[in-house]
């Protein structure tokens, strides 16, 4: 009743599929109509794993259409392979916003995609075999640089990641692996008990590497979660009480995202101001009073950063 009352139930459905839905608004099946260099073996397999759901979709259209006064078992064989088809689709479009995140529905790309490979006609094995084999290179391409293809260097590679795993604090990192001299800024020039307003389409690892807990009480505001009135009233409170120094965003703009919390954004507004040189991805609270500078990055420090001076 409390639901319906506030924001609708129908709504609170929908939010709460978004919360967890597809982490990207891009179309990626306009990643089809690009071209990359061929050494990059990551764009060509999700090319492949683009291209194997609606290879599916259309091998089930042409089947169905042949053989609709054949056996319904053939007809109903059409029919999964659609179902299958349709499936991956959904899940490229889901998940597929990145090359590399192409590993994540490979297996099952590869599994539905052998059905090719027993056909019978040879020219459609042919083409199998050759979408394979590319396949198999473009994997190895994407690959060459890894220390798995240079076993002298495994040692210290392996010695090096697992330093990097129980480092303490953790190294601040980019969801790439790459240091995140921003991160660190967000862990070093905070001070105990401050907490990091975070939002972005993948803003899980800033909380984790700054070792600030979330301001406003969640990440989601990307995708407009706890956006009624109500839930936005509530946020906003918790935002007056706690200390936020910062509010960053992994993706667009900050206010970008708070178009759908238009209470929070005025407050922001009012409070923030952008960082220069951040594309209005990091706001610093101007009612604080530096106490330092970080110098790789010039920002400055509400407390005295292990790499920075008193301004």
Request: charged share 20%.
């Amino acid at each position: 009743m409390t639901v319906e009352a506030q924001i609708g139930l129908a709504k609170y459905v929908g939010l709460s599929v978004i919360q967890y839905e597809r982490p990207s608004d891009r179309f990626v099946y306009a990643a089809l109509a690009r071209v990359r260099p061929l050494e990059d073996g990551a764009f060509w397999l999700r090319q492949i794993a683009l291209l194997v759901p609606v290879a599916l979709v259309c091998s089930a259209g042409f089947a169905f259409l042949k053989r609709t006064n054949r056996a319904g078992t053939e007809r109903r064989d059409a029919c999964r392979m659609a179902l299958s088809g349709g499936f991956l689709i959904v899940v490229a479009s889901a998940l597929y916003r990145e090359p590399t995140y192409v590993v994540a529905g490979a297996p099952l790309t590869a599994a539905l995609a052998a059905r090719y490979l027993v056909a019978p006609s040879g020219l459609s094995r042919g083409i199998a075999a050759g979408v394979l084999l590319f396949a198999a290179v473009a994997a190895v391409v994407w690959t060459k640089d890894s220390p798995l293809f240079r076993v002298s260097e495994t040692p210290q590679a392996v010695s090096e990641a697992f330093g990097r795993l129980v480092a303490s604090p953790p190294v601040p990192a980019e969801s790439s692996g790459a240091p995140s001299p921003v991160l660190q800024y967000l862990r070093d020039c905070t001070a105990d008990g401050d907490r990091l307003l975070v939002m972005g389409s993948t803003p899980f690892q800033v909380n984790y590497y700054a070792r600030r807990p979330i301001a406003g009480g969640h990440v989601f505001w990307h995708r407009r979660w706890r956006s009624a009135p109500a839930y936005e009233a509530q946020s906003l409170e918790l935002l007056r009480r706690q200390s936020v120094p910062f509010a960053f965003s992994t993706s667009s703009p900050v206010l970008d995202d708070f178009r759908a919390y238009p209470r929070i954004r005025e407050y922001l507004v009012e409070h923030y101001a952008e960082l220069e040189g951040t594309a209005g991805r990091l706001l610093i609270d101007m009612r604080r009073r530096p106490t330092g500078t970080f110098e790789p990055l010039g920002y400055p420090c509400f407390r005295r950063a292990p790499g920075g001076s008193t301004s």
